[in-house]
């Protein structure tokens, strides 16, 4: 099998890997540049270049016939073009078409909660479970839906996109239109804003983790208090609807040791689960998991990943 080319396009940082599938997809090359977002789309398109030429000079490999990305938003698929992007400048372009002109190879594009779910559950910490929810808690909140081993992408490119249910009424406006959304409540920079509104003072989240684990700041420790409450009701009407095996969190939010031990009993009160949750645990691949499995979306031609062609 060839080596395994990917790339996660976030909205601060490109990444791009190659992987060996011959030898327990082992990390050949690792590479990350800024997107630099804030000068548009075509210079977007043109850090994607960059970063592969580098990935090949730097593994001494020919481009791939077929390259991987994650993106931030998905592909509509009846018109082609990117939508639900908090990358917005990415919204409304036929993203995919341009990287295929561009690199003059095939891309298969998918949501980037897609390929870190399909990571994890391929070879990370729901590795074994039939059926997994991968959530990501970053900058933004988003979710991917695996069954086994097929990444499930839904008619409209959708499926997993739990970030925008509305989690608090009357709530902070979002980019979608919506207020309250489980992104506004739930993200990491939403979490930050409302320790500021509590404190007066703008700190860092793993600041504010670290004040809330260590009980030395009654405002860090409402913060967290918060988003425990609020991360047990809104993963809970994921759980009656997919009742998954696994639910594996990712994203910075992931490092929240208190998230793994709290969650449980919330989602048990909230969700339909008489018999006890879904397992809820952390990333195995950490940051990587996105681009791995943005890697993955190609793994073998003959084989059918579920995911949008």
């Known amino acids: 099998m060839s080596l395994l080319w990917g790339i996660d396009l976030g909205g601060t940082k490109i990444e791009g890997v190659i992987l060996d599938p ?9 590479l990350r540049i800024e997107t630099e977002a804030s000068k548009g789309y075509n210079h977007i398109v043109g850090r994607i270049e960059e970063l592969v030429a580098s990935m090949a000079t730097a593994s001494g490999e020919p481009r791939p016939p ?20 908090n990358t917005v400048c990415l919204i409304g372009h036929p993203l995919r078409k341009d990287l295929e002109a561009a690199l003059g190879l095939r891309v298969e594009m998918a949501n980037d909660a897609n390929c870190f779910a399909l990571a994890e559950s391929t070879f990370g910490a729901a590795r074994g479970f039939a059926t997994s929810f991968g959530v990501i808690l970053g900058t933004g909140v988003g979710g991917g839906i695996v069954v086994h081993g097929q990444a499930l992408p839904g008619r409209h490119g959708i499926a997993g996109e739990w970030g925008h249910n509305v989690l608090e009424e009357n709530g902070a406006p979002c980019y979608c239109g919506k207020r309250g959304c489980v992104e506004t ?12 509104s509590l404190s007066g003072v703008a700190r860092p989240l793993p600041e504010i983790a670290r004040r809330a684990a260590g009980n030395q700041d ?3 420790t409402a913060t967290i208090r918060r988003l425990v409450e609020f991360f047990g009701l809104g993963i809970s009407w994921v759980i009656n609807i997919l009742d998954p095996d696994a639910i594996v969190i990712g994203g910075g939010l992931s ?14 009160r909230y969700a339909f689960t008489p018999e006890g949750p879904s397992a809820i645990l952390k990333n195995v691949h950490g940051d990587s998991s996105g681009v791995r499995g943005a890697a993955w979306l190609w793994h073998d031609d003959e084989v059918e990943t579920g995911l949008p062609k």
């Open 22 to 30: 011959a030898q327990d997809h082992r990390q050949v090359v690792r």
């Open 66 to 85: 077929t390259l991987g990305i994650a993106t931030p938003g998905v592909l509509d698929p009846r018109l082609g073009t990117l939508k639900n992007s």
């Open 185 to 196: 409540v739930l993200s990491g920079p939403a979490l930050e804003r409302h320790y500021r």
């Open 218 to 220: 009654p405002h860090a």
């Open 255 to 268: 490092n929240i040791d208190s998230l793994y031990a709290a969650l449980p009993p919330l989602v048990e």
